[in-house]
């Protein structure tokens, strides 16, 4: 979980590697959501992408 929070804490801050970790670990989730009656949407998977970018960017992190 703290390996988690430090990768995030990097892509919030501009790790171009963190933030492409983090897009690796989530990309069968992106893939799964971008497929539409079993056909692969790929501008959905764009979409997807982007509004996953931004999410990180966003991100509160607080302390536990």
Known sequence: MAEFIEML??????DSKATEELLNMYRPLLYK?????????????QELCIVFLTCISKFKIVDF
């Open 33 to 45: 959501e971008s497929l539409i009656s079993g056909i692969f949407d790929e501008d959905l998977f």
């Open 9 to 14: 804490g990097k892509a919030k801050n501009g």
